[in-house]
C-alpha cells in the first residue's frame, strides 16, 4: 500500500475534524496585541485562551527588550549548537538566573520545552533503569518515556496508593537489573489545572530509592511566594531533583530550562541530544528571557493579579454552581456535558453572540460525553471580565439544557449575525 493513500484514509483524532473546523474551532486566527481583547474574524473578543499568564507577552519594558535585543544581534546569532559555536555569556548568565530563582545549583536552556523534555527523559535513563510515570502525563513525558529501553510504569493520575504499589514493583526489578527509578509527573496539570501531589510523591522518597523530575510547565511563574513553582507552593522545592520550565507559558516566550543539582545539569550539558545536536537558542529570546526573569523577581504584584483575576473567575463560577474539577492553580476548566456537535455550538454561540473567546477540549481527550471549556485567566484580565464571562457561561448552560445547541439552530444564530 501506498503510505500516502493510507494517510488519506486515517487522518487522525484531531485531523479527522479539519474540513469543518480549519480557521474557526481549529486555527483559528487571533489578531491583533496580545491581551484579554484581540479580534477573531473581525469581531472583538474577550479572550481567555492564552497561557500568557502574567501579562508579559505584551509588556512594555519586555517589547522594548526584545526589539533592542533583535537590533543589536539579529535571530541568527550564535550560530551552532551551543556546545560547538553557539555559547554565549548570555547564556550562561540566564542559566545562572535560573538555577537561582528555583534554588537550585544550575540550569541548562532548552531550545524548545517540549523537545527538551523528551531529550531530558531520553538521556537520564538507561535501559536498566525504570521509569514510574502519571498517567495524565503531557505528551512530551509520553514522547520521552517512548524512547525509554527499559521498564516503565504508569500509576493513576495523582494517585499516591498507586504510585507506592509501581514503586515497589520498580524496586523489585531494579534490584535485579542494578538500574535506578526515576518517577515524572507535573506540578499543574494543564487540562485540569490540578497540582500534582508534590509533596506527597517526595514523602515517598523516606520509603523508596528514586529521583524525582517535574514538568512545571504551568507552575513556573505562577505558583508560590516567589513564583519559583509548584515545589515553593507546596513546601518541597528541595525535594524535586531535576525541575522542568518552560518560557513559553508565564514568561510569552519560547524555550525552556532544567534546573538540578550542579553535577546532573553538567552530566546534561553533555548528553543532551536535543542541545547537543541543534541550534542553540537565538540571543534576543535569551535576552527577552533575562528580562522577563527580571520583571517576575521584581513584581510580585503581577502574580497577585493573576490569583485575583483567579478566585474571581473560580469561585464565581462555583457560587454559580458550575463543576470546575480538582482545580487548584490557575487554569479553569468549565465542565459541561453534552455531544461533540453540542459543544461546537456552545463555542459558537460564545464567539458569536458573547464575544468570548475560549479554548474546548471534547472526547477522546477527555471522556464522551463531557464538554470542557478552558478558561485561562492572566494577570491583565480585570475582575470585571471575570463577572461578564460567568454570566455568559449562566446563559449558556441554561441553551444547553434546554437543548437549543442542536445544529439547525445553531445555523439559524449564526445566520442573525
Ligand atoms: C505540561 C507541559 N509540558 C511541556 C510543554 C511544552 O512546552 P513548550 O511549549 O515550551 O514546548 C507544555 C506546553 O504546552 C506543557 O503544557
Redesign the pocket.
Known amino acids: 500500500m501506498d503510505l500516502f493513500e493510507k494517510l488519506k484514509k486515517k487522518a487522525g483524532p484531531l485531523g479527522q475534524y479539519a474540513d469543518d473546523a480549519y480557521g474557526y474551532y481549529m486555527f483559528p486566527k487571533l489578531e491583533g496585541e496580545i491581551s484579554p481583547e484581540m479580534t477573531f474574524r473581525g469581531k472583538k473578543m474577550l479572550n481567555w485562551s492564552l ?1 500568557n499568564y502574567l501579562g508579559l507577552a505584551n509588556h512594555p519594558e519586555v517589547r522594548a527588550a526584545d526589539t533592542q535585543a533583535a537590533a543589536d544581534y539579529g535571530l541568527a546569532y550564535p550560530m551552532g549548537a551551543r556546545m560547538m559555536s553557539g555559547n554565549s555569556s548570555y547564556h550562561e548568565q540566564l542559566d545562572r538566573e535560573l538555577a537561582a530563582f528555583e534554588g537550585k545549583e544550575d540550569a541548562v536552556l532548552l531550545n ?6 523528551v531529550s531530558t527523559i531520553d538521556a537520564l535513563v538507561d535501559r536498566h533503569d525504570v521509569i514510574v510515570y502519571d498517567a495524565e502525563s ?1 505528551a ?2 509520553v514522547d520521552g518515556v517512548r524512547l525509554h529501553m527499559g521498564k516503565r510504569f504508569v500509576f493513576e493520575h495523582n494517585d499516591m496508593a498507586s504510585l507506592e504499589k509501581q514503586l515497589q514493583r520498580a524496586t523489585r526489578l531494579t534490584q535485579e537489573s542494578g538500574g535506578a527509578i526515576l518517577v515524572i509527573t ?1 506540578g ?3 487540562m485540569t489545572g490540578a497540582q500534582g501531589k508534590l509533596k506527597e510523591v517526595v514523602a515517598l522518597k523516606e520509603q523508596y530509592n528514586f529521583r524525582l523530575f517535574v ?1 512545571d ?2 507552575g513556573f511563574g505562577t505558583m508560590g511566594k516567589t513564583g519559583a513553582g509548584t515545589g515553593e507552593e507546596q513546601g518541597c522545592q528541595d525535594g524535586i531533583d531535576i525541575y ?1 520550565g ?4 508565564s514568561m510569552a516566550l ?3 530550562f532544567i534546573a538540578a543539582d550542579k553535577e546532573v545539569v553538567k552530566f546534561l550539558r553533555y548528553n543532551l541530544r536535543s542541545q547537543i545536536y541543534a541550534k542553540s537558542v537565538p540571543m534576543p529570546i535569551v535576552i527577552g528571557a533575562i528580562k522577563r526573569l527580571d520583571l517576575i523577581r521584581k513584581h510580585p504584584e503581577y502574580r497577585e493579579n493573576l490569583w485575583t483575576v483567579v478566585r474571581a473567575l473560580q469561585s464565581g463560577l462555583k457560587a454559580e454552581g458550575f463543576d470546575l474539577g480538582r482545580t487548584n492553580s490557575p487554569v479553569s476548566p468549565v465542565i459541561m456535558h453534552g455531544t461533540v456537535a453540542e459543544s461546537t455550538s456552545v463555542v459558537h454561540d460564545l464567539r458569536e453572540n458573547y464575544q468570548i473567546f475560549c479554548s474546548v477540549v471534547v472526547y477522546p481527550v477527555i471522556p464522551k460525553g463531557m464538554i470542557l471549556l478552558r478558561l485561562i485567566p492572566t494577570a491583565v484580565h480585570t475582575v470585571e471580565q471575570a463577572q461578564i464571562t460567568i454570566e455568559a457561561f449562566k446563559e449558556i448552560r441554561e441553551k444547553l439544557k434546554n437543548g437549543l445547541y442542536n445544529s439547525e439552530k445553531v445555523i439559524n444564530m449564526a445566520e442573525q449575525n
Not at 112 to 117: H, K
Not at 246 to 249: E, H, M, R, V, Y
Open positions: 497561557n524548545y520545552g517540549y523537545q527538551g523534555m503531557h512530551c513525558i507535573e499543574v496539570f494543564g514538568d510547565a504551568h522542568f518552560t518560557f513559553a507559558k519560547i524555550g525552556g
